[in-house]
């Protein structure tokens, strides 16, 4: 049964719970994701933050609430459906195929795009070359916007961090996603490299507009983006609402300068003041 959604809403999590064993990682959250919006979500280590990304994306199963985007529940469906619905990831621990090039993560990424035949594909002419031509070129945007043309052939595991995060982003994209929920795509960067992070997430949500004419993800921009990440400032500079979580539980939900005035947060994440 579908969640009636709201009015310009794109995501709505609502009471969700899930323990592991005694330990309760999520206790009756509840957030929404608006279309035009990028959401950061924050919180001390062990807060729930990831938990909650992967209660989104299918990867974990919540033990109660509801999980409802675009208008339809997606709480119980699989991980490989919500990514063909329009949501896609970055993961804090890099989940990458090492043994493959950069431009070969990103192809594997567009399976959920490809329709397969076998006929045509045994053949490998006319429609289903094509079809590969029209997914190489999405592919080649993305590596041209994320300026990664230096490692487009380069094998990922002999890449420095701060050039794989960058990969899996951009395999993210390779999604097409309508939702985009990026788990600390910061972490363990220098500060050029966070500069450099944060420049692409503000440039993939306005959209490029006619610069890549042919990558709809990259053209339009992604228009809800939920963000985790420590990074205060980069937070504070870029999240148009925050929401904080705490042991599993959310304290508080606003703007950045009403989370900044917060006694809450001030005291469970930001540091009791002087």
């Known amino acids: 049964m579908a969640i009636t959604g709201k009015a310009g809403v794109k995501l709505q999590v609502r009471d969700l719970f ?8 999520l206790s009756e959250v509840n957030v929404e994701v608006r279309e035009g919006e990028i959401l950061a979500i924050i919180g001390p280590n062990g807060a729930g933050k990831t938990c909650l990304l992967n209660c989104i994306n299918g990867f974990y199963r919540a033990d109660r609430g509801v999980i409802n985007f675009d208008g339809q529940t997606i709480t119980r469906l699989p991980s490989y459906k919500i990514a063909k619905l329009g949501i896609s990831r970055t ?15 990103l192809m594997a990424a567009r399976h959920v795009h490809l329709k397969p035949n076998f006929v045509t594909g045994a053949i490998y002419f006319g429609w289903e070359h094509n079809k590969e031509i029209k997914h190489r070129r999405v592919v080649e945007d993305i590596i041209d916007f994320l300026e990664m043309e230096p490692i487009r052939k380069k094998v990922v595991g002999s890449l420095p961090y701060g050039q794989r995060k960058r990969v899996d982003l951009g ?3 390779a999604l097409e996603p309508k939702l985009l929920l990026l788990d600390e795509p910061m972490a363990g960067m220098n500060v050029e490299e966070k500069e450099d992070m944060a420049r692409f997430i503000i440039d993939i949500f306005e959209g490029q507009g006619e610069t890549y004419p042919d990558t709809p993800v990259l053209r ?14 980069v937070v504070m500079d870029i999240a148009d609402r925050i929401v904080v979580l705490d042991f599993g539980k959310k304290i508080a939900e606003g703007t950045p300068d009403k989370i900044k005035a917060d006694a809450a947060v001030i005291k469970a994440y930001l540091g009791e003041e002087e």
Do not use: C, P, W
């Open 91 to 105: 993961f804090q621990n890099i989940q990458l195929y090492t043994g493959l090039t950069t431009l070969d993560n």
């Open 220 to 233: 339009d921009g992604v228009k809800s983006i939920i963000l985790v990440e420590h990074d205060m400032g």
């Open 18 to 25: 899930l323990s592991f064993g005694g330990l309760e990682a």
């Open 171 to 173: 395999r993210a994209l």
